[in-house]
């Protein structure tokens, strides 16, 4: 008899934001165009045997130079779900966009899990066009071949299970090598999709976003995560406000910071 898959608890820590507009969102631009802010978040997933810090996000400096709104160090916030960043040993990255692998070293004993196809793009031919490589800032992803040198990136081509009842599966579309992570919790199988969809809107209405590497295979991302998750409800968007409103924090001092994605949302 196979042993009982491990229950990870799964939180998403909000430490950035910024003021934007529908058209922001979609590829093509909004013909109802209006307010819709971004949230930036990195997630956590806590076991009783091995636990996984997903995504780095951006420090202080990189939030001014972009116009972000930081609201709190992603990597001190750890600590508000029981994590020490210090002794933190595996670290997820989606992707090496800015806002998913800055603040890398803060973590000096993790290994660092990345897509090949990514490493690939982000120091490939493609980076000579602005259109993409201005998601990326070049010292993050300097920094990502110094860690690879020093042998602390252990490179996926494809779908991977890093440990029981937690897997990495290739996305591709926004950024080359992109990929969203599943997740086995209390109430079933959670994808944290990154950027494979940042709002619950472009998954449902089958709308890319605006970055795009390759439009293609953003639309088959969109129907990857459908196969990964039991249900709507079992997919977390990557850059959605809406996240904090139907999950809820874990104390209450935490509303509109942290959000428990191992419970099932709240009605309405």
């Known amino acids: 008899m196979a042993e009982p898959l491990p229950c990870y608890e799964l939180y998403a820590i909000r430490y950035a ?26 997630w956590a997933a806590i076991g009783a045997e091995r636990s996984f810090v997903i995504d780095t996000g951006f420090n202080a400096e990189v939030s001014a130079r972009r116009k972000r709104d930081f609201l709190r160090c992603p990597i001190e916030s750890l600590r508000l779900v029981g994590l020490d960043p210090a002794q933190v040993r595996d670290v997820v990255l989606t992707h090496l966009h800015y806002d998913h692998v800055g603040n890398f070293d803060r973590f000096p004993q993790a290994q660092f899990h990345l897509q090949e196809p990514e490493m690939h793009y982000a120091t490939g031919r493609h980076m000579r066009y602005p259109k993409l490589n201005h998601a990326f800032e070049v010292e993050d992803v300097v920094g990502m071949v110094r860690l690879n040198y020093a042998g602390r990136v252990l490179f996926h081509r494809g779908d991977a299970a ?18 969203c992570v599943r997740v086995h919790t209390a109430r079933g199988w959670v994808v944290l999709a990154s950027d494979v969809a940042h709002f619950y809107e472009n998954l449902d209405a089958m709308r890319p976003f605006p970055t795009a590497f390759h439009v293609g295979e953003m639309l088959e991302g969109f129907d990857l995560l459908r196969r990964l998750a039991p249900s709507r409800a079992h997919i977390i968007p990557g850059h959605d406000p809406e996240v904090l409103r139907l999950y809820p924090a874990p104390r209450a001092e935490l509303e509109g910071i942290v959000a428990r994605l191992d419970v099932a949302p709240r009605e309405g």
Request: a negative charge; zero cysteines; charged letters at 15%.
């Open 17 to 42: 934001a910024r003021d934007g507009h529908r058209r922001d969102h979609f590829l093509g631009g909004d013909p109802h165009d209006g307010p819709m802010p971004m949230a930036y978040y990195v």
């Open 162 to 179: 890093l440990a029981p009842g937690l897997s990495l599966h290739l996305a591709g579309g926004h950024s080359a090598g992109l990929q």
